[in-house]
């Protein structure tokens, strides 16, 4: 089984300062995915990073995968209240001898306060 | 809106009952995950079906769950005799067949079902 730890597992923070949030396994992933999660909603999928030391940037939130294809961070920039929430990372689990099927296994999650 | 739906979206059961939750995924998707969720974690895989079928299910899914997909439109979740040990969030996952990269595709949530026993 391929695992995903998040750290910290929780962040809290006043607006306007910024933080990293941290993807690690042992194992390699095809892919990674990040989801923010908000109370009594489900996860919604904020980006996929799929190359090896790949960034990808969604307004003030900055993705990167590991060159190994092991780790992955998400940085914010000047932190909002608006960012408040469950930070979830998964990857493709992958199955003996084929493909995930697209079944994700996730991190635990980070769950982030942001204070006014 | 056409996303995932979800029902219902809280379910409070005594310990011994059996429950039954639904989901209604996007129209055009072909694969439907359920995962299980406790409070602050993250999501646990529980069952996978493409289409109708049911191909993939967890050791978490013990034999008092059961899942289906009829006419591999919308889906039940079952569970028979629930425990406390069952009280958690029952979310629902849709995804479409890519022709390339298809373990890349993004999971599409529901609201989920939260589901309490006493």
């Known amino acids: 089984t391929q695992l995903l730890e998040q750290s910290p597992q929780f962040l809290s923070i006043q607006e306007g300062e910024n933080l990293t949030v941290y993807c690690n396994s042992s194992?390699?992933?095809?892919?990674l995915q990040w989801y923010r999660q908000e109370p009594g909603e489900g996860p919604v999928l904020l980006v996929t990073v799929v190359t090896g030391g790949e960034v990808k940037k969604l307004k003030r939130l900055t993705f990167q995968f590991g060159d190994a294809r092991k780790d992955s961070s998400l940085h914010i920039t000047a932190a909002q209240p608006g960012d408040t929430g469950l930070y979830l990372c998964a990857g493709p689990q992958a199955r003996e001898g084929g493909t995930s099927y697209g079944k994700l296994t996730f991190g635990q999650g980070t769950i982030l306060t942001v204070h006014p | 809106d056409t996303g995932v739906s979800q029902d219902p979206r809280h379910k409070i059961t005594k310990r011994g009952q059996n429950v039954t939750f639904r989901c209604d995924p996007i129209?055009?998707?072909?694969?439907l995950y359920w995962y299980r969720q406790t409070l602050g974690q993250g999501p646990e895989f529980l069952t996978y079906?493409?289409?109708?079928?049911?191909?993939?299910k967890s050791r978490l899914l013990s034999d008092r769950f059961s899942a289906e997909r009829p006419k591999g439109s919308f889906s039940t979740l079952e569970i028979q005799r629930t425990e406390q040990g069952d009280s958690a969030m029952y979310l629902c996952?849709?995804?479409?067949?890519?022709?390339?990269?298809?373990?890349?595709?993004?999971?599409?949530f529901g609201n989920g079902t939260r589901l309490t026993v006493t």
């Open positions: 129209s055009e998707h072909n694969r």
């Open positions: 194992s390699v992933f095809s892919s």
């Open positions: 079906f493409q289409n109708e079928a049911q191909l993939e």
């Open positions: 996952a849709s995804s479409s067949l890519r022709g390339t990269g298809f373990d890349n595709s993004p999971l599409h």
